[in-house]
DNA sequence: GTGAAAGCGCTAACAA
DNA sequence: TTGTTAGCGCTTTCAC
């Protein structure tokens, strides 16, 4: 038991104290092929002895780094802490590491932030990042496992975990529809109008299209910025100018919940339905109906995915996962309509 | 403009292509003393016609890593993923990289965790690990900068970010006592008995004091697991039986919630105040009347002071966060005591 | 089954 | 100011 304060062990040390070879003590570690019990004793207990650690980045160096990259959007989006959660969870039974960088602002950021990922030696990506460019991703998934959030641009140089945006759309529509609600408006954020195939753009287009072909009232879409405060504030803004609508379909359950308390306040009478399904949303305090994702088991798939192309797969997966509509109180107001 | 796609350039490549030697791209790539403007220009023009990007790993070899570990408990509650932004934000300031690990699952897993970090080379450690021995996390502080979160076993060898929780609950209690409370009950997990100088344990133990210091009621402590379903079965069961107490003051908002939804359905005459001041905290449909602690600040504030011993301080610092009172609805039932 | 030796890509001490 | 060179700690052929 001499550790050595002023210097970590290296593989030498224990070759060294071991009486045997780097390579043997390399292989043991790895467990690798041809290595006798004896030796494999030998060299355990000298691990043991100088409590040796083999360095990450020397082993990057040549080869593996033992470490995923994680690129998130918006850490205030309790959806995405859900799918965070999955991804972390799946990667703690295995060897990797989560090396975990913002993608939000821009598509420049975004780009860079993939880049500083690669930059570690990263041997896989797992991101959220809407705004970078499809080519540039593919650049990046030639070299390196990527399997992206949300990007309904499918591409075979990557996978994609996504949920069924559209589908989730009319679960929600329908529902309102059959409770007799003919003008329904939608709240979502600005940006959704700019980026294509994302998950608020086809939501949009979703509900824009559901509202034409019904032939409900005239599509309404209430712009606001992402959070819940900022869409309080513009749905209380709204309903104290005079709201022509019964019902708000919210792009996801963080705007519903923003808007549910400013409908609380001046028209009770109105419905709200979500997207999501967020932890909160079933408290009986906001009873949000809304459509459920598997933000967890989402998250935790597509750092299976990442490390099933690290095992070996080439071809590309897209694997979409089916919305569930939860009904609960929040589209059942007060007054009948 | 001849990218190669089979291999990344590496810094040898640079130097040829600039007609200079590796040492003069090494510096002039850490725009380290003594580069000529002509020498910058001439490897800046390599290494934007390369698409160069240093490997971090090589980097990490002979040196420094450019990452910072973070150990983090419960992605589900709300309040440490307020700490976690913190952290982040600050970070996306600086060159370095957040590698994230889990630390919760008991002492031997939580060292762990420590362990996988320090062997990722990162250059400090930030984390939430209450049931790691103080001896071992000063072992790994005498080699890396270490900032814990929320330990107030105070150690000269890493530095601490820290409420005051003695005072918060005080806040907590005066402000229910003040409203004519006698019995209050404390809602807090289980694992807060045997772990000492935890938030959660000094909560608990002020939670006592406070009320044999001012002859209230004999203290009553309820037990659940963390989150908000177990707290809200926990108190709907206790309620059920015949509550004995007026109010209850929960160690974290997350139990506050849940504790909330019971009350609410069970015996809406009891006041309900939690801790932390959670975003969802202030939404109308809660009113959750909450000791505020600025999570976000904290986290970025650890993240600085890691930063700061990187630049050479070697004195400890303990740096402790005052609680402030929010007063809200549920702190003032419908039927006054 | 085991060991010697050649890298992996970068930094830093030392020469020139 | 610029170049040479010796590592950093591990993996991995390829002989023995």
Known sequence: MSLDRRRAATIEDVARAAGVSRAAVSKVLRNAYGVSPAMREKVGNAVTELGYRPKMAARALGGRSFSIGIGYSDLGNPFFIRMLSGMLGALATTPY??????????????????????????????????????????????????VMFGRHDVSSAYDAVIGDDAEGTVLAMEHLAGLGHRRIAHLTVAESETLAETPHNIRRRSYTSFMESLGLAEPVILLTEEGQDPAYASVAEVLRAGADFTAIFAAHDDL?????????????????????????????????TTVHQPGFEMGARAVELVLE????????VHEVFAPVLCVRTSSFPPQPI
Chains 1, 2 share one sequence.
């Open 97 to 146: 590491q989560a090396v975990i960088t913002p993608t939000q602002e821009g598509a420049r950021q975004g780009l860079e932030a993939l880049e500083a990922l690669i930059d570690r030696q990263v041997e896989g990506i797992v991101a959220v990042s809407p705004r970078v460019a499809q080519e540039e991703i593919e650049r990046i998934a030639a070299d390196t496992p990527v």
């Open 256 to 288: 519903a919940i923003g808007a549910l308390a400013a409908v609380r306040e001046h028209r009770p009478d109105i419905s709200v339905v979500g997207y999501d399904d967020v932890p909160i949303a079933r408290n009986p305090a906001f009873g949000l």
């Open 309 to 316: 192309r690290l095992a070996g797969r080439s071809e590309a």
